[in-house]
């Protein structure tokens, strides 16, 4: 229980830290993709060596790696510090992924106040060749600009290492 609270109160403090930022760009809005077709966005390209994939970092100084859930691809940020795998509203959706309004409870605390959340598991996740089943994950469906994979999935990858501006997964 209290890994639980310590994982929701590190999940609740990333929150805080992405939901508040405005980008330096924002006033050009009409230009953006709507918040439903983020997912859509490709990453970068990885590269691909056998059991290694290597992510570059991007400009916003994050990791985004190309998700895959049931045939369809995702955009999320790499958070090598979030205990679960976090999802916008959006993405859960397109994943199958139903939840009832009314079963939205408190799952952290941000700087705006509780984060509202329903915890579910998805099915089969995969980047590149790595892939995990049952992965534990919680449906943000406000707040959260991008989907977040976090270590419910990276924690099935054998090495996760940062360095160079590379972000390298491999066995």
Same mark, same amino acid.
């Given at each position: ?16 830290? &992405? ?102 598991? &998805? ?16 449906? &943000? ?31």
């Amino acid at each position: 229980m209290k890994t639980l609270v310590i994982s929701v109160l590190a999940f609740a403090t990333l929150v805080a830290f &992405i939901a508040p930022h405005e980008r330096p760009d924002s006033h050009a809005k009409a230009a953006q993709p709507a918040a439903s077709e983020v997912h859509l966005a490709a990453a970068t390209a990885p590269e691909s060596y056998g059991d290694e994939m290597a992510l570059t970092r991007e400009g916003d100084g994050h990791f985004y790696a190309t998700v895959q859930v049931d045939t369809r691809d995702y955009r999320m940020l790499v958070d090598t510090g979030a205990s679960v795998v976090a999802l916008t509203g959006d993405d859960a959706r397109n994943m199958g992924l139903d939840w009832d309004p009314n079963s939205l409870a408190p799952v952290a605390r941000g700087a705006s106040g509780p984060v509202m959340g329903v915890p579910v598991t &998805i099915d089969t996740m995969a980047v590149g060749d790595f892939e995990a089943r049952d992965v534990e994950a919680l449906i &943000i469906p406000d707040g959260l600009a991008v989907s977040l994979l976090g270590q419910s999935f990276l924690s099935h990858v054998p090495k996760v290492e940062i360095a160079d501006d590379k972000l390298t997964l491999s066995n």
